[in-house]
């Protein structure tokens, strides 16, 4: 088949956005139609849980570009339009409503959806997910002064809300299944820092507690733990994690795992199509393994990457996984994606709420996180790459600036 020289995107979020913008960026001069479900332009999610929830604004600060850009740049942007299918054959996508777009190359920017309780009332009034600006400006009013707001899960996106919640004046419990917050990404320890700086601003932080159910009349009124426990609600937010967006390739033959396979060019297991976001389990050269990534820089520089891979000479994308998050003064600067760890160093005092922790594997660090110490996320990351060993002595000791100790080769 002649190539058509048209680039689809589906998924118009972060990656998606990025994406097309990267393409027209890097010269290429045919077709570019993004396809996205929601009624906004492109826009960035962090905000979400942090700014829009805290703040009175619109959500226009979110947008990557203004609604503008997209014509001015002839990018064929198409709102509140649903991609049903790939016809991998016949190179095209198909819409909800069956009109269909034909594609040269095609890259798959699904982005993830919402958990959502299974247990009784978990379809209560009062019940709130934080995904889309719409979940967060429909949730903003409800966390008012003196309004009792349980936050169920006690990962990233539930300590933020909880964060938001409680600098609007909010009575906030969080309630986490695990016997400790940030249970999937950190060393208890460190979940146990976190779970310290909410309590001490008032958040009532119950860990190893399970929801049994809901309660209320038609609206959220109470949250029911399994050792009986009852929380009153006025609101519930839950955060209990996304699901990849995976269907539509899984449908269409291609590889999928825990997000749709890609190589470190970003190519699924079609060469024609690409994925790039939270819906690809990505190979990742630095850490020699296949990963999934819920990181704003993921689907920033990861899919800018993968887009120029899809118009010009192909080069990996390999960078070491970082991912920061705000919690009331707290900045989180979270480096690398260790599964596993032999000991935690520590540089600083945690008490002072600036400190680095190290994730260690014999002499050489796997990851590390920062509190309120951003500076340091670039040359941790440095540290995580290089694969060099480091002694515990000389990490711990602020007076050799990480920086100096970055530089050293493995
Ligand atoms: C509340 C919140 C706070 C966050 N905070 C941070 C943070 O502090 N730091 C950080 O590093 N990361 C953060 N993240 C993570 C980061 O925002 C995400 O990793 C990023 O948005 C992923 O971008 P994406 O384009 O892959 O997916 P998305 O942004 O989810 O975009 C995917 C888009 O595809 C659309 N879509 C799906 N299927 C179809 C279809 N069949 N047809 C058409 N359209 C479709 C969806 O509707 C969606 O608009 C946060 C995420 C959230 C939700």
Not at 64 to 79: C, K, S, V
Not at 113 to 130: D, Q, S, W
Not at 258 to 278: K, Q, Y
């Amino acid at each position: 088949m002649a190539e058509i020289e048209s680039r689809v995107i589906i998924g118009a979020g972060h990656a998606g956005g990025r994406a097309a913008e990267a393409m027209r960026q890097a010269g290429f001069g045919g077709e570019i139609v993004l396809i996205g479900e929601e009624a906004h332009v492109p826009y960035e999610r962090p905000p979400l849980s942090k700014e829009l929830l805290t703040g009175d604004e619109g959500p226009e600060k979110t947008f990557l570009n203004a609604p503008q850009f997209y014509a001015e740049n002839e990018i064929d942007l198409r709102l509140e339009c649903r991609a049903a299918h790939i016809d991998r054959a016949g190179h095209r996508v198909v819409l909800d409503g069956g009109d269909a777009v034909p594609y040269g190359k095609l890259l798959i920017a699904t982005g993830g959806r919402v958990r959502h309780l299974a247990c009784e009332g978990a379809g209560l009034a009062g019940i709130h997910t934080i995904r889309t600006i719409d979940d967060s400006l429909g949730l903003r009013p409800h966390l008012a002064e003196g309004a009792r707001v349980v936050v169920i899960g006690g990962g990233f996106i539930g300590l933020e809300v909880a964060a938001s919640a409680r600098t609007r004046g909010a009575h906030v419990t969080v309630v986490e299944l695990a016997d400790q917050v940030l249970a999937r990404v950190a060393d208890p320890a460190v979940g146990d820092l976190v779970a310290g700086l909410h309590r001490r601003r008032g958040v009532h932080v119950m860990t190893g507690a399970t929801v049994e159910r809901l309660d209320g009349n038609g609206r959220v009124a109470e949250v029911i733990c399994t050792d009986g426990e009852t929380i009153a609600a006025d609101v519930v937010v839950v955060g209990i994690g996304i699901l990849p967006n995976q269907e539509i390739a899984a449908d269409a033959g291609l590889a999928v795992g825990n997000g749709i396979v890609t190589d470190e060019f970003g190519r699924t297991s079609d060469p024609d199509i690409f994925a790039a976001g939270d819906c690809a389990f990505h190979f990742n050269p630095i850490l020699g393994r296949h990963l999934r990534l819920e990181s704003w820089e993921n689907a920033q520089l990861g899919a800018i990457a993968v887009a120029r891979n899809m118009v010009s000479d192909p080069a990996p994308y390999a960078a070491v996984p970082w991912f920061w998050s705000d919690q009331f003064d707290l900045n989180l600067q979270v480096v690398g994606a260790p599964d596993s760890w032999d000991r935690l160093v520590t540089r600083g005092d945690p008490e002072s709420g600036r400190s680095v922790i190290f994730y260690m594997d014999g002499a050489k660090v796997c990851g590390a996180t920062a509190f309120s110490q951003g500076r340091e996320a670039r040359p941790l990351r440095r540290m995580v790459e290089s694969g060099a060993d480091f002694s515990d002595a000389e990490l711990a000791d602020e007076g050799i600036r990480l920086r100096d100790l970055a530089g050293r080769k493995a």
